[in-house]
């Protein structure tokens, strides 16, 4: 059974940073695709950055230069390093990981950024 568990939500001030963190059983980070997603009040759900099983990264034009995907194969974890938060970022955070098959999400993590 694939279960993943976000961890590192909050809230934080505009400016400020947060790092989230995924962790896994049932499934082999480094050997499928991570993404991190996020759903604010009203919009839909929406890719933030992923990071494939060969190490390429890509993230959402709104998040480029402030937010940071990686990955840790020795503890299995998943992590978004999160900067210069601002207002707009506020919204549940979702670990997502794929197989060929399947699709697997965390239960989401609250970020809240205050102006």
């Known amino acids: 059974q694939v279960q993943l568990m976000e961890s590192g939500g909050g809230l934080v001030q505009a400016g400020g940073s947060l790092r989230l963190s995924c962790a896994a059983s049932?499934?082999?980070?480094?050997?499928?695709?991570l993404g991190w997603y996020r759903q604010a009040p009203g919009k839909q759900r929406e890719l933030v950055a992923s990071?494939?099983?060969?190490?390429?990264?890509n993230y959402a034009d709104s998040v480029k230069g402030r937010f940071t995907i990686s990955r840790d194969n020795a503890k299995n974890t998943g992590d978004l390093q999160m900067n210069s938060l601002k207002p707009e970022d506020t919204a549940v955070y979702y670990c997502n990981a794929r197989t060929f098959l399947h699709n697997y999400w965390g239960q989401g993590t609250q970020v809240t950024v205050s102006s």
């Open positions: 990071i494939t099983r060969g190490g390429s990264t």
């Open positions: 049932g499934i082999t980070f480094s050997s499928n695709y």
